[in-house]
């Protein structure tokens, strides 16, 4: 490997490793270009190497392998790094976690960057509502009468395995009488997963908005639609007047006394449209 190099295994953004790469390089030589590990990675522009650094381009198959040929990695940290550019690179969801799984099989990672926990508990909707579930309903190991109180139910194996899940990850933790209780722990998404946690449990979260309009009736509802032209600073706006009110739900669910129930609301708004590129007479 290049002398100075770093743990490739440490980082969640390949461009970031690169760079990294690129200023221990040139920290040890100052005469070390963009150019000259352009060159030494077998590419054809002189200013390819630097354009990927940027984001200005991004990074082929063939070139992510030549750039690991370059930079002398062993074989686990090569297959490591051709995984992380196809997973920074991945342009749906399903292929982010294709790819993110890959990552995941590297063991010695450290936690912090990748956890299959965490990604666990994204990956399914009732990891949270048990969780919320359990702030007022206190619980044993009944696990069969916790999945009958969510809607929809859950069957027992699976609530069994997503408190064990719940209380690993210090979520939930048993009281002096046996009792599962929520805590006040919270999992933060990582790094690496970032973007890819949130993306599936909207994902979750969305089919079951779908399924309650025939799951759920109206008065235990509200779903409504609404389309409308808006110019990017109303649009801003709007974004904006959406994010005080998940503020104001959020205070409401911390002072509310009297709890009965666990509720999921999703707000969906994204463009119908192409942006109009028309001149303003």
């Known amino acids: 490997m290049i002398s100075s190099s770093p743990d490739v295994s440490a980082y969640a953004d390949f461009r970031k490793y690169l760079k990294d790469c690129y200023e221990a390089r040139k920290a040890e030589n100052p005469k070390f270009s963009h150019r ?25 198959a063939a070139g992510a392998l030549r750039l690991s040929r370059a930079l002398e990695l062993a074989k686990e940290e090569e297959e490591y790094f051709l ?20 990552l995941l099989t590297r063991s010695r990672i450290a936690p912090d ?14 990891y949270a509502a048990l ?49 599962y209780r929520q805590t006040v722990a919270l999992v933060s998404t ?10 599936n449990f909207q994902v979750e979260t969305m089919r079951l908005g779908i399924e309650a309009l025939e799951r759920h009736p109206p008065a235990d509802r509200d779903i409504s639609t609404l389309t409308a032209t808006l110019s990017q600073e109303s649009l801003d706006k709007v974004k904006a007047a959406l994010k005080e009110l998940r503020k104001c739900v959020m205070i409401l669910a911390e002072q509310d006394q009297n709890v009965d129930r666990v509720i999921q609301l999703n707000i969906q708004l994204f463009p119908l449209t192409r942006y109009s590129t028309r001149e303003t007479q």
């Open 113 to 126: 960057i990748l956890s299959r926990d965490k990604y666990e508990y994204f990956s399914k909707w009732y």
């Open 131 to 179: 969780r919320e579930l359990l702030y007022f309903e206190p619980s044993k190991d009944d696990f069969k009468a916790l999945g009958r109180k969510l809607n929809p139910a859950v069957p027992a194996s699976q609530v069994k395995k997503a408190v064990a899940l719940l209380e690993k990850l210090g979520m939930i933790a048993k009281d002096r009488d046996g009792y």
């Open 36 to 60: 000259f590990f352009g060159k030494k990675a077998g590419y054809g522009s002189s200013s390819y190497f630097a354009d990927v650094l940027s984001g200005r381009r991004s990074l082929t």
């Open 83 to 102: 995984n992380l550019v196809n997973f920074n690179q991945a342009v749906n969801l399903e292929l982010k976690n294709l790819y993110y799984a890959k």
């Open 190 to 199: 990582d790094d690496l997963g970032a973007s890819l946690h949130v993306e």
